[in-house]
């Protein structure tokens, strides 16, 4: 059976254990079996079908915001976005004006969230992660950036926890303060607006941390995503959300800038858009065979630098070790969707988060087991979503074209793409806003002598 005619579920098979675990029905009616129709005559083939009936209306189709329904158990959430997730606020920042073409995103979470991570490929630009581990004491997060810059972005989170600090949020150190918590992955984008000097602060931090919101998300070419392509074409972020049972929720958020492609050989189509669940990418196409030319693929990426980061997100309780587990099990949801995944040339990062209260689920419980496998099946679901709505979402700069540019008959049929690219609020870093950020920054002088 072909990629674009095979059956999807309008619930997936961990949403289904979830309901399992939790005493929920999943007789007919309440998991429908849907057929993609069959290929229009002018040769391409449909990807995504529409949502069934019983998807419920008000259930974020394409990410529309509708808050008059409840949740439906399989679907995605009110904005199809990480801050569908209760305790998630998203902010981004970026410049595309030349020498410019970077960005940061931060992930706020306003009460600190048990987090974990697993990096995975060889070149990772990270911070703080050695303190998510299991082994180590450090309570949780109170944000996560996902930026641009590389190394030197990593800098970028110094204006994130100033504005932390400044609100009285971080780990309490009694009359001396609070020490804010953000660990960071960067990307590697240096040079890609024309100068490597041109490259985040901690004001773009600052700024993105200011910019944070509950809302919608843009997605495409914005925040850490500005500069990112996935093998050699223009990518950006990306983000998506489901709905499980007993009021769980899990999303994530994805800056793809992948060594491999997230572009299958054989027919041009998305690796992993049988993926879509509702009609989030209702109209989507395989390209035309006039469009598609697999032997000119372009090669994995011209500057052999790299690294693809997310964070993926539940309201579930979740022990430390289970948030870890939980960034594990997602990169299989890297793996679906980019191939080739983890190279040397790739500082593939993924954290957990869980903003959940009450007693945690716990790996090694096995009253918990259903119910972690499912959102961890979840995760990898939510994020390979993520990255498909990240290459569908970009939209060409410079020299790098994206995929709906590339194959136009694969995404004519998408209205629901300009939204996902004007969604939220994304402000452009100008030099005004790093003067106002840099005054916010300012520290107590060194003494004269």
Not at 130 to 147: E, M, R, T
Not at 224 to 235: E, F, L, V
Not at 345 to 371: C, E, I, M, R, Y
Request: net charge neutral; hydrophobic share 40%; glycine share 12%.
């Amino acid at each position: 059976m072909s990629r674009s005619t095979r059956i999807s579920l309008s619930i997936p098979i961990a949403v289904a254990a979830l309901l399992l675990a939790a005493g929920c029905s999943t007789a007919p009616g309440s998991a429908t079996a849907v057929v993609a129709p069959a290929a229009p005559a002018d040769g391409g083939a449909v990807v995504a079908a529409a949502a069934p009936a019983n998807a419920a209306a008000g259930n974020a189709a394409a990410g529309t915001p509708s808050s008059s329904n409840p949740p439906t158990a399989g679907q995605p959430g009110r904005y199809d976005a990480v801050t569908d997730v209760p305790g998630v606020r998203v902010g981004q920042v970026q410049s595309a004006r030349a020498p410019y073409l970077t960005g940061t995103t931060v992930v706020y979470f306003p009460a600190m969230s048990v987090a974990g991570v697993d990096q995975r490929g060889g070149a990772p630009a990270t911070k703080e992660t050695d303190l998510l581990s299991p082994l180590n004491s450090n309570p949780g997060v109170n944000a996560i950036q996902l930026g641009g810059s590389s190394m030197y972005g990593l800098g970028a989170t110094d204006g994130v926890i100033r504005w932390l600090e400044d609100r009285g949020e971080g780990v309490p150190l009694g009359p001396t303060g609070v020490a804010p918590i953000v660990p960071a992955a960067d990307i590697y984008d240096l040079g890609r607006g024309g100068n490597i000097k041109a490259r985040t602060t901690a004001e773009w931090g600052y700024l993105a941390a200011q910019a944070t919101s509950a809302g919608p998300v843009r997605q495409g070419v914005v925040g850490g995503g500005t500069g990112a392509s996935s093998g050699g074409r223009k990518s950006g972020v990306g983000t998506a959300s489901v709905y499980l049972a007993n009021g769980y929720w899990v999303g994530a958020i994805v800056v793809v800038n992948s060594a491999g492609s997230a572009v299958d050989p054989t027919d041009c189509s998305l690796l992993a858009a049988h993926l879509g669940i509702g009609d989030e990418f209702a109209g989507l196409r395989t390209p035309t065979a006039a469009e598609c030319h697999p032997t000119a693929a372009p090669a994995m990426n011209s500057d052999n630098l790299n690294t693809t980061i997310a964070v993926v997100v539940t309201n579930a309780p979740l022990e430390k070790a289970a948030a870890q587990r939980l960034s594990g099990n997602a990169h299989d949801g890297l793996a679906r969707a980019i191939s080739p995944i983890h190279t040397l040339a790739d500082g593939d990062t993924v954290f957990g988060v869980s903003t959940g209260t009450g007693t945690p689920l716990a790996n090694n419980n096995p009253a918990d087991g259903s119910k972690l496998n499912a959102i961890y099946g979840a995760g990898a679901d939510v994020l390979s979503r993520a990255v498909v709505k990240a290459l569908l979402s970009a939209t060409s700069v410079g020299n790098r074209t994206s995929y709906c540019d590339t194959y136009p008959s694969a995404c004519a049929q998408m209205p629901q793409l300009q939204q996902w690219r004007t969604a939220g609020d994304a402000p452009e870093v100008t030099q005004k806003a790093i003067d106002r950020a840099h005054k916010k920054l300012a520290v107590l002088p060194v003494p004269k002598r």
